[in-house]
């Protein structure tokens, strides 16, 4: 299988703060990734699909970069609602696997 | 309004069987792929288990194959997992997600979830 490593584990940053989340694949997925937002309790949102390509609906200041086995989620200037848990998911093989996540928290 | 509903989670024993449900609206259903994705309490996002849009094609992860079985009766918009041998790690809240084609694509609609327990 393959496997996605997320760093860093926990963030902690305050309002305005630029954010970088690195997502890593065991072996290259082309661009077949995906990035999402889970708030406690609530089931995952999808923010990022195709590594770089943003959901409709979600705003601007995410963005997402790479290809082959490094990735990044950029978050530009991070807001209230955006303390969360940040999930990147590999969808290159039919084992489909995530990241084990980063938890964004307030500084 | 796209909109997925998990039931049939609850208590029960190691070794029993439990069967899951989502109920979907929202969108044609019978032309989406569909997953079951779990989230043991505390920890992160593990997949579970996929079924193509026809139920032709069914996938598994190593952890519950031969165990659990994915299936989806489109006539009345449910998707189903039946859960047998259950485990004390199968404990978690499962999640349905769709994808537009069970290849290379990503989930863009989750439910809510709905909670296993596993205990004696």
């Known amino acids: 299988d393959i496997q996605m490593t997320q760093s860093p584990s926990t963030l902690s940053a305050s309002v305005g703060d630029r954010v970088t989340i690195t997502c890593r694949a065991s072996?290259?997925?082309?661009?077949?990734l995906a990035w999402y937002q889970q708030k406690p309790g609530k089931a995952p949102k999808l923010l990022i699909y195709k590594a770089s390509s943003l959901e409709s609906g979600v705003p601007s200041r995410f963005s997402g970069s790479g290809s082959g086995t490094e990735f990044t989620l950029t978050i530009s200037s991070l807001q209230p609602d955006d303390f969360a848990t940040y999930y990147c998911?590999?969808?290159?093989?039919?084992?489909?696997?995530f990241g084990q996540g980063t938890k964004v928290e307030i500084k | 309004e796209v909109q997925l509903v998990e039931s049939g989670g609850g208590l029960v024993q190691p070794g029993g069987s439990l069967r899951l449900s989502c109920a979907a609206s929202?969108?044609?259903?019978?032309?989406?792929?569909m997953h079951w994705v779990r989230q043991a309490p505390g920890k992160g996002l593990e997949y579970v288990s996929a079924?193509?849009?026809?139920?032709?094609?069914?996938y598994y992860a190593n952890s519950v194959k031969g165990r659990f079985t994915i299936s989806r009766d489109n006539s009345k918009n449910t998707l189903y997992l039946q859960m047998g041998s259950l485990r004390a790690e199968d404990m978690a809240v499962y999640y349905c997600a769709r994808s537009t084609t069970v290849v290379k694509d990503y989930f863009d609609y989750w439910g809510q979830g709905t909670l296993v327990t596993v205990s004696s």
């Open positions: 998911q590999q969808y290159n093989s039919y084992q489909w696997t």
């Open positions: 079924i193509s849009s026809n139920g032709g094609s069914t």
């Open positions: 072996q290259s997925i082309s661009s077949w």
């Open positions: 929202g969108f044609t259903f019978s032309s989406y792929a």
